[in-house]
C-alpha cells in the first residue's frame, strides 16, 4: 500500500481573505464543500484549514476553490513540485496523461518520484499545459542538478555539444540557445585568461578564483541571459 501523497502547500491566509471577501461564514463554506461536492467537512475544520493547524488535499483544496470561486492557484503558496503545479492548475493526472500521450501510471510514476521522464515534445507540451516558465520547469521536473552540470560542462569544453541536451531541458528555441551558451563560453573564458588560469581550470585543476566563481554560478548567468 503506497503512502498518501502529501498536501498541497496551502495559503491559509488567502482562504481566510477570499472566504470574508465573499461575507461567508466556516459554516457556509461547509456547506458548499457538502451540498456540492459531497464532503464532510466541519466548520472546525474549515477554521484550522485558515489558521494554519491542518491542510486540505488535493480533493479538498479543489472543491473549496470551487465554493471561494477562485482557481485553485490562489489558494496555494508558491508550486514547486510537478504535482503542487497541476494541482494549482486545477488539472487532473488521468486528463494531464492523457494530453502529454503517456501512461498514466508512468506519469503518476513521475509525480510522485518527481523526476520527470518525458520526451522533448512532451516537455514542451508540460510547459504549456501547466504554463510553467522555463526556470519553474526545470524545478518541477526535478532536473535542477542535470542543467547544472550540462552548463558547466558547455561553459568550460565545447559548448556546441551542449545544445541538444538542454534543449531536451528547456522549451527554448535553439537559436537562442545556442547564442546563451556561446556567451557563457566565452564568459567562463575570458575570465579563465583574465587570472591566467588556462590550463589549470579547463582540466579540472584547482584554477582561478575568478573561474570557479563562475561556475559555482552558472545556472544563475544561463538565465540572466537568457532572461526567461
Known amino acids: 500500500m503506497h503512502p498518501s501523497p502529501p498536501s498541497p502547500p496551502f495559503n491559509a491566509l488567502a482562504a481566510r481573505r477570499l472566504r470574508e471577501a465573499l461575507g461567508m461564514a466556516p459554516a457556509h463554506v461547509a456547506y458548499g464543500l457538502r451540498a456540492q461536492y459531497g464532503l464532510g467537512v ?3 475544520t474549515v477554521l484550522a484549514w485558515e489558521r494554519g493547524q491542518a491542510s486540505p488535499d488535493a480533493r479538498e483544496l479543489s472543491a473549496l476553490a470551487g ?6 492557484a490562489e489558494l496555494l503558496a508558491a508550486a514547486t513540485t510537478l504535482r ?3 494541482i ?8 494531464l496523461a492523457r494530453r502529454l500521450s503517456m501512461d498514466l501510471k508512468a506519469y503518476l510514476r513521475m509525480e510522485e518520484s518527481n523526476r520527470w521522464r518525458g520526451n522533448e515534445r512532451q516537455t514542451a507540451m508540460l510547459s504549456e499545459i501547466l504554463a510553467l ?3 519553474d520547469l526545470v ?7 542535470e542543467l547544472s552540470d550540462l552548463l558547466r560542462s558547455a561553459a568550460t569544453t565545447r559548448w556546441q555539444a551542449y545544445v541538444k541536451p538542454v534543449a531536451k531541458l528547456l522549451p527554448i528555441p535553439r537559436r537562442r540557445l545556442e547564442v546563451v551558451l556561446q556567451r557563457l563560453h566565452a564568459d567562463y573564458h575570458a575570465r579563465m585568461v583574465a587570472t591566467s ?4 581550470e579547463v582540466t579540472g585543476g584547482s584554477g582561478g578564483e575568478a573561474g570557479r566563481e563562475y561556475l559555482a554560478r552558472v545556472v544563475d548567468h544561463f538565465w540572466e541571459l537568457a532572461r526567461v
Open 88 to 95: 494549482a492548475r486545477g488539472v487532473a493526472p488521468e486528463d
Open 67 to 72: 465554493v471561494l470561486w477562485c482557481s485553485p
Open 42 to 44: 466541519a466548520p472546525e
Open 139 to 145: 524545478e518541477a521536473t526535478g532536473r535542477d542538478e
Open 197 to 200: 588560469s588556462w590550463g589549470s
Open 133 to 135: 516558465g522555463p526556470r
Open 84 to 86: 503542487e503545479h497541476r
